[in-house]
């Protein structure tokens, strides 16, 4: 194999692994945001006081 394919090669691994960690980085980032949505979501729609007490006939 010659020097000049080599390099190319890689170039072109080198490439691909930026890519991938750049697209992984861009996941993280919105799972976050998901995450961080659901939980102002959550803390807007909770009841406090509700399930603390549990009314039961026998």
Do not use: F, W, Y
Request: proline share 2%.
């Amino acid at each position: 194999m010659d020097i000049a394919a080599l390099s190319s090669r890689m170039a072109q691994t080198s490439l691909q692994q930026d890519v991938s960690i750049s697209v992984l980085k861009m996941s993280k980032d919105q799972a976050t945001l998901e995450g961080q949505a659901l939980i102002k979501m959550m803390e807007q729609s909770v009841l406090p006081n509700l399930g603390g007490n549990l009314d039961i006939k026998v």
